[in-house]
């Protein structure tokens, strides 16, 4: 597992850094490196909110620095327009990719992202190992800094989650079972049945139940047969 | 395909309104909706750069004419701490598995977010069909407005094309209405049944049920109905 920094070269505008800082701790990264920026100031401090620790203990660096210092850097860079399609901007890969890839990386790893008006320039681009480009919309790429950096934070982000249980295979077919009792007790009729049931194994597969609805769907068929079998018929119906 | 629009609810600083419709547009979502938003000035149209066409076009409309128009609500909050893992919001859905349910949708889709200090509050979570929760940091989870908004619409923004019929909006109330009167007629516990309805209407909501499913699975309560009208008490038993 790599060791990732967040390298913003030169940038103009304080808010954004503020901002940057915000969203890589929002996604559990702490190591903020800024190359001439502009001052930082009450406005980087504000936007970085509960993050602002991450901002006042940002790393001052040269770029030659970051390169010195890092075992693969990767630039970031908008979608390009043909005409700038040239070999030192390609191949290029999505952040879903560059996770797969730094996936098998060792060491630290510095990812820059260029100034909010002009990106990275050439020779910043051609000296990196990786290019890395967020998907946009053709109509409008250019996204705000600190908004880049959130995409590239999250897919880098291995968070765990999940806090609640899913049910199992047991479970579920035992759901199955009892819904397949409870269809031959209301006489649904035999040549629907299995075809009900296996829409029903399909609707319970693809939404991932929890245990606690399994249990609360097994409560409600148990409640309606309890009916079935002791409720008195009701007068005048057929 | 659905047609997704971004329903910005309360907030209460117009610069992430701006931001968010920056985002948007980078994506290449276009819909933005305002309900009860704060005054939209300068400040909005500096951020919003060049989607001041996105955030201009925004929509006004009030929460009830949201869930009036769309065919799935997804309400999006931010991670919980384990005292608030109330039923009501869980199970919870990461943007990437939002993407896997919403590519078989139909119809309207509305993705909520909710006021920068509080987000939603629990009666409009309860409202909603799924819920998005982003993974975040347990550090620092609470996420600026705008970079939630642009995760989200990141994830969406290349939505696989739907194949099959799913049942609208209206198909689906009248599926829980059903389960509420049969509910009823097995006299499961009152100050359960809201819990009960909430949860179904999360599974049905999150499973894109088909037109066909959802006509087997009003066939099933009807016949059951019909056996807890009908049938005779068993002998013997309590």
Known sequence: MPEVEIVLVEPLCEGNVGFAARVMKNFGFTRLVLVDPCEIGDDAIARSSHARDVLELAARKSLEEVFAESDLVVATTGELSKSVCTSMRMPYYAPSELREILSNVDGQVSILFGRENWGLNNEEVSRCDLICTIPTSEIYPIMNLSH???????????????????????????LIDHFGTFLERIDHPDFKRQNTLLMLRRIFGRTALTTREVSTLHGILRRAEWHIDHDMPRQGTP
Chains 1, 2 share one sequence.
């Open 148 to 174: 880049a950096v959130g995409i590239v934070c999250y897919e880098l982000a291995h968070l765990p989650r999940g806090t609640y249980r899913v049910a199992g295979k047991t479970e579920r077919e035992a």
